[in-house]
């Protein structure tokens, strides 16, 4: 179920703003079903264009336009369900109209505590949505922690508010994404065989492709007409590379994620849509998806090893450090993820991505060495 961004809070009782999220949310799925299997319209632009002023990206208005009664009808589910929640605002202060709009918190995606405890956990909307549009070049920080087997990773917030868990299965060649977590007192609510997410990878370790077990078009369909069997809703694909850069060797990636519709809707790239892999681009689907490469290290003479300048962080030397843009716009960074200390690490990253892309697309760099 897509959700918009949650910025405001209804006081009220827990049962109270429970319904509302639930009719936000009923509401925002029945858009779906009206707007339903494609884009009413697309022009004629490259699968790199859709970036607005103030380096926002998205699908422009003349790419990929939303139907009008979807729209109408996810607009107002967005307001009942963000009635109900809220977004805490990024790392500094930014004098933006869009950022006067969030709340300037250190944390993030914190729920209201009159709420239910684990009901906004129910669903994956919140980790599927786009981070906040802000004309501003900070990004939102969130950090890593790794354990000691290099098999569990845990996504917080800057304070150190759980968010995902994610458990590495080299047999099963797949990382699987939970929203609880195992080793606290939600253990009761994780299921291990039931992840929210799943990352699998090829056995060279170099193609990556995330998808999320129940398709937001699918999830009320009967399993033998949904996309279950035909792979499933993908939420990002990743191809893994090395290139030479002085004298030192570098990883890199290329990463392709749906696109965004011009009213922050995102497009649902569900194989029974019509649309089918990430990773191959069609006259059907160039226009609607995204694509961001790594940002290439410098050599330094002085230090004898590829650098890279990380905004607002303080990093440690590691193969797994890297930073992701538009091609055509190499300096202005949408993620970065890097090494901060032996088993933690900083992730930063922006719109046009969602928790879940971010989160997934740093851990393809489990095996980087």
């Not at 933006?96 to 239910?116: G, H, P, Y």
């Not at 949904?226 to 890199?252: I, M, P, Y």
């Not at 749906?258 to 649902?268: E, K, L, N, T, Y």
């Not at 029974?272 to 490469?293: C, T």
Request: with cysteine; aromatic share 10%; net charge neutral.
């Amino acid at each position: 179920m897509g959700v918009a961004y949650i910025n405001v809070l209804l006081s009220g009782s827990m049962s109270s703003s429970a319904a509302t999220a639930k009719a936000g949310q009923d509401l925002f799925l029945a858009s779906y079903e009206i707007g339903g299997s494609k884009p009413s319209s697309r022009g004629d632009v490259d699968e790199e264009a859709g970036v607005a002023d103030g380096d926002d990206c998205h699908l422009d208005d003349a790419s990929v336009l939303a139907p009008g009664a979807a729209s109408a009808a996810a607009a107002v589910g967005r307001s009942l369900f963000t009635s109900a929640f809220r977004w805490l605002g990024p790392a500094g202060k930014e004098d933006t109209e869009e950022e006067d709009s969030v709340r300037k918190d250190d944390s993030f995606f914190l729920l209201a505590d009159n709420l239910e405890k684990g009901f906004a956990r129910e669903t994956t909307s919140d980790v599927m949505a786009p981070l906040p549009r802000s004309r501003s070049r900070k990004l939102w920080q969130f950090m890593v922690v790794r354990s000691e087997d290099r098999l569990q990773h845990r996504l917080f917030t800057r304070d150190g508010d759980f968010l995902m868990f994610a458990q590495v299965s080299i047999e099963l060649r797949s990382i699987g994404f939970f929203l609880y977590d195992p080793g606290n007192d939600e253990a009761q609510r994780f299921q291990a065989g039931r992840p929210a997410f799943v990352l699998a990878f090829d056995e060279g370790k170099l193609k990556w492709r995330l998808v999320k077990e129940k398709c937001e078009h699918c999830e009320f369909v009967p399993t033998q007409l949904s996309c279950a069997l035909r792979g499933k809703q993908q939420v990002a694909f990743v191809k893994h590379s090395r290139s030479n850069v002085g004298d030192g060797t570098s990883n890199e990636m290329e990463t392709h994620i749906p696109g965004i519709f011009s009213d922050s809707g995102r497009v649902i790239w569900c194989p029974s849509l019509g649309r089918g892999d990430l990773n191959v681009s069609s006259k059907r689907n160039k226009d609607e998806r995204l694509r961001l490469v790594t940002r290439k290290p410098v050599w330094s003479d002085q230090f004898q090893c590829l650098v890279l300048d990380f905004q607002g962080r303080s990093v440690a030397p590691s193969s797994k450090n890297f930073q992701l843009v538009l091609p055509h716009k190499p300096d202005h960074i949408l993620m970065q993820f890097a090494k901060l200390g032996s088993n933690n690490f900083g992730l930063d990253v922006k719109f046009p991505l969602s928790l879940v892309q971010a989160f997934g697309i740093a851990m393809t760099t489990i095996f980087w060495k």
